[in-house]
């Protein structure tokens, strides 16, 4: 049994039965159901966006990292005179 707050940086995958891949941050999670929820009760609490079922045939903890984070702060105004 995993606990949400164990992979808070992580985010969940839901596939649905109907085709629908549904991607949600762990912490988005957190703020819903609490850290100490697991990754098993999210699952059966989950509800297809798309068909509104509850058919979620596999879920997949997955790492996309920081790389947003990143990107934001690589960016230089165009007005810094400093460079
Ligand atoms: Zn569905």
Do not use: W
Not at 40 to 68: D, H, L, M
């Amino acid at each position: 049994m995993i606990v949400l707050r164990s992979i808070y940086q992580n985010h969940l995958v839901f596939n649905c039965l109907c085709g629908h891949v549904g991607k949600v941050a762990v912490k988005d999670l957190m703020l819903k159901y609490g850290g100490d929820t697991f990754v098993e009760a999210v699952e059966k609490a989950a509800r297809c966006s798309r068909c509104k079922g509850k058919n979620i045939t596999s879920t997949q903890i997955i790492y996309i990292g920081s790389s947003e984070l990143a990107m934001s702060s690589s960016h230089t105004p165009k007005d810094n005179k400093n460079l």
